[in-house]
């Protein structure tokens, strides 16, 4: 049980803990969201809970019910294809912005956040190569410079549990890496039209791919 550190609000122990559990995988899509289970089980009081789905329902990851209370927001096709077409056209924009930004360090930087992922990948370590592969996008979106445009991309991303696809689109990590290498090799040639294309595909591919899973292979909870 992970205990409150004394600088945090309960509300925000409670959002960090359930969102925690969202994107992992932990609390599936559709799954009950009881206030009094989640208080006694974090040790707070319905208060800090009640704050925190309010909150997580903000960010897209809680739904509520009618008569029936909170639950994981399921994820639907339509909802993964209408972030991703907007993730898609913020992050090329970023893209675009980061490229004449990037020094030497970052491209390493970059280029080493690649070889993690590669070396993650061999060793099946999915949970680490989605946290890696976070690394890798908001480093390239952070040399953008604009502080409003990086907060709405990372905003999105928490849109959907699963925006890496790593543990639920059998093949998609290896595709994630081939559409990496693409972005590296256009950052490398300062061409930052080309960079912002490769990143927009990239995020058509991974719309196209994992909500075409969605529709095959997970069911809507009434």
């Not at 559990?21 to 707070?44: C, F, Y």
């Not at 909802?79 to 675009?96: D, F, H, K, P, S």
């Not at 689109?169 to 950052?187: F, K, S, T």
């Amino acid at each position: 049980m992970k205990r409150m550190p004394k600088y945090k609000t309960k509300k925000d122990f409670v959002v960090e803990i359930v969102r925690e559990a969202i994107l992992s995988g932990t609390l599936k899509p559709g799954e009950r969201l009881a206030q009094d289970g989640l208080a006694n089980h974090l040790e707070v009081s319905s208060t800090p809970v009640r704050e925190a789905l309010r909150q997580l329902e903000t960010e897209g990851l809680i739904e509520h019910v009618p008569h029936k209370g909170a639950r994981v927001a399921e994820l639907s096709a339509d909802v993964i294809q209408e972030v991703y077409m907007i993730r898609g056209v913020l992050e090329a924009l970023a893209t675009r912005l980061a490229v004449p930004n990037l020094g030497p360090d970052e491209l390493r930087e970059l280029e080493e956040l690649h070889q993690q992922m590669a070396d993650l990948l061999r060793g099946n370590a999915l949970e680490q190569l989605g946290d890696v592969n976070r690394q890798f996008h908001m480093t390239l979106y952070k040399a953008s410079g604009c502080r409003i445009l990086y907060d709405l991309i990372t905003n999105l991303w928490t849109r959907i549990p699963w925006s890496d696809g790593w543990t639920v689109v059998p093949g998609r990590g290896q595709e994630v890496l081939q559409e990496h290498d693409q972005i590296i090799a256009a950052v490398r040639k300062r061409d930052p039209d080309l960079a912002a294309d490769m990143t927009r595909e990239h995020c058509e591919r991974g719309s196209h791919r994992i909500a075409s899973h969605i529709q095959e292979h997970i069911p809507t909870t009434s």
